[in-house]
């Protein structure tokens, strides 16, 4: 966890089997830009920290020798070498089930060290030293997520010709505050502030210089079905199916209920969100 919280094991308790079907992939396009941004051509090797099941590094994994994902939960690893196998990686993947404050020895050295919305649940400022000493000379890291650039995700929001109703996001929110109160959760315990940012700040301190952005473009119209959007809520840290406890039942009826009557047809419509990719050097 970030510095002066210790880990929690149950954070993504239960969320592993949800998190695939429920997330939204990262934009198309991703792999291609970054092939082509780091001159990546089937050799080297990648380090993807926080793998979780496996969206980052099976999806780049035809870009590199080999490929190693860390995650310190169980289930996590376990969905990802399913991915890696369903995608006919398996061969070049490995899976380590270990925090990545802890990393085992005889990992060796990588071309690529890659974040995925991960970084902020770490002891950043330790992390990031590990992570330039496990980078060989002109190694990269790459931190991902969606794109956070106002004017950007409002044109994604937009919802002219979309051919149903969006997800209602807001409500959903409130129902899940409803069972299990106004402060966020993260795990066993409680996230008021909710997760840092300042990336940037800690990278350079690490001795990485750059950033380098590369903007991989959203807008197109997903489809959703009403069992993904529950599987989006239960792949969520502040509501993974443990914490619900003995109500899950009910909150899951209280959802689909609450779904039903926003999208009678059981589909929902929204736009891919785009991706963007800051690249430090080693």
């Given at each position: ?9 149950a954070l993504?308790l ?6 695939r ?22 050799r ?10 496996g969206?980052?590094?099976?999806g780049?994994?035809?870009?590199f020798a080999?490929?190693?994902?860390v995650?310190p939960d ?5 969905e ?11 061969a ?6 270990a925090?990545?404050e802890e990393?085992?020895?005889?990992l060796?050295?990588?071309?690529v060290?890659?974040?995925g919305q ?10 990031a ?6 980078l060989?000379?002109?190694g ?5 997520s969606?794109?956070k ?11 002219e ?5 969006t997800?209602?996001?807001?409500a ?12 966020r959760r993260?795990g ?6 909710g ?15 750059g950033p380098r952005?590369?903007v ?8 959703r079905?009403r069992?993904d ?8 840290s502040f ?12 909150f ?9 009557d926003?999208?009678p047809?059981d ?9 963007e990719?800051?690249v430090?050097?080693?």
């Amino acid at each position: 966890m970030t510095a002066g919280r210790e880990w929690d094991d149950a954070l993504f308790l239960g969320a592993a089997p949800y998190y695939r079907r429920g997330r939204i992939p990262y934009a198309p396009g991703l792999a291609d830009t970054l092939a082509e941004a780091l001159e990546l051509d089937g050799r080297g090797r990648l380090i993807d920290m926080g793998c979780g099941p496996g969206t980052l590094a099976v999806g780049l994994a035809h870009l590199f020798a080999e490929v190693v994902g860390v995650d310190p939960d169980r289930g996590m690893i376990a969905e990802a070498g399913r991915a890696a196998a369903e995608a006919g990686v398996a061969a070049k993947a490995r899976w380590v089930e270990a925090r990545a404050e802890e990393l085992p020895d005889g990992l060796g050295t990588f071309t690529v060290a890659t974040f995925g919305q991960s970084f902020h649940w770490m002891d950043r400022d330790l992390v990031a030293a590990e992570v330039r000493g496990l980078l060989r000379t002109g190694g990269v890291l790459v931190h991902v997520s969606d794109v956070k650039t106002s004017d950007v995700r409002a044109e994604e929001r937009s919802v002219e010709d979309l051919p149903y109703p969006t997800v209602p996001y807001e409500a959903v929110d409130e129902l899940v505050k409803r069972y299990l109160g106004p402060v966020r959760r993260a795990g066993r315990g409680l996230l008021p502030q909710g997760t840092p940012g300042g990336e940037n700040e800690v990278y350079a301190r690490a001795g990485f210089s750059g950033p380098r952005r590369l903007v991989v473009p959203g807008g197109q119209a997903l489809v959703r079905t009403r069992d993904d959007v529950v599987a989006g809520v239960f792949s969520r840290s502040f509501s993974a199916p443990h914490l619900f406890g003995a109500h899950r039942d009910a909150f899951e009826q209280d959802l689909a209920r609450l779904l039903r009557d926003a999208s009678p047809s059981d589909r929902f419509s929204e736009r891919q969100p785009g991706t963007e990719a800051f690249v430090w050097h080693r």
